[in-house]
């Protein structure tokens, strides 16, 4: 079935550690990717993302993530994670390719990290 | 910074009551989304709107659901009949494109007993 796969539920760290949470995909042709991000009581917040050109995207404090097309995945990363990174992260993939606009999440990864 | 914004936060209602969950989308968006995340289950579409009319839905949306565009602020998603399974965190979210960033608002909590 098409879906949206993070396969780390929950990682826990201790600051100043590197950060990757996976994400694939299995929807062929043109997708537009995305990272979001829930704080404790918080909405969800867009991370980055990526529509096309350069793999490799920066977002907001400090996350960066790579789309490997032969690969289907979209890795999120962050070289020393901080005790306020810790949250919910949500890969979320646009199958553009079927005419249609809605997000297809995975499940989130719950991060925590400890100072 | 815009935001979206949701009521309530929390709403609790007997099983087969009606309810009426209330978005205000940023102000020059056009493309208006329901999503809702089931507690400890993914995040999932519900239904996309545009141009005053629904452009896409899922098969959740059956037609104890429906959406409103009332005014030119707010977004509403009604549940007819209230199930225990429509328990859930509702997420409303709007973009100025289709197929483009898509800005989320707070939730609201539905707890059907």
């Known amino acids: 079935a098409q879906s949206v796969s993070q396969h780390n539920h929950h990682v826990i760290l201790s600051e100043a550690a590197s950060l990757e949470l996976g994400c694939n995909y299995s929807y062929g042709g043109t997708v537009n990717l995305f990272w979001y991000v829930q704080y404790p009581g918080q909405h969800l917040q867009l991370l980055l993302k990526?529509?096309?050109?350069?793999?490799l995207v920066k977002g907001i404090k400090g996350f960066e993530a790579e789309f490997i097309k032969s690969k289907f995945s979209f890795n999120l990363r962050k070289p020393s994670v901080q005790w306020s990174d810790t949250a919910e992260y949500f890969c979320a993939v646009t199958p553009v390719s079927y005419n249609t606009d809605k997000l297809i999440f995975g499940t989130g990864t719950r991060l925590q990290v400890f100072p | 910074e815009p935001e979206v914004t949701q009521t309530p936060s929390h709403q609790v209602t007997q099983m087969g009551q009606e309810v009426i969950l209330r978005c205000v989308p940023i102000?020059?968006?056009?493309?208006f989304y329901w999503y809702r995340q089931i507690l400890g289950q993914k995040v999932e579409f519900l239904v996309s709107?545009?141009?005053?009319?629904?452009?896409?839905k899922s098969e959740i949306f059956d037609d104890q659901f429906s959406v409103e565009r009332p005014d030119g602020s707010n977004f509403t998603l009604k549940i007819r009949s209230t199930k225990l399974e429509d328990s859930a965190m509702y997420f409303c979210?709007?973009?100025?494109?289709?197929?483009?960033?898509?800005?989320f608002g707070p939730g609201t909590r539905l707890l059907v007993l």
């Open positions: 979210a709007s973009s100025g494109q289709g197929q483009e960033t898509q800005y």
């Open positions: 102000s020059n968006h056009l493309y």
């Open positions: 709107f545009y141009n005053n009319e629904i452009s896409e």
């Open positions: 990526y529509f096309s050109g350069d793999p």
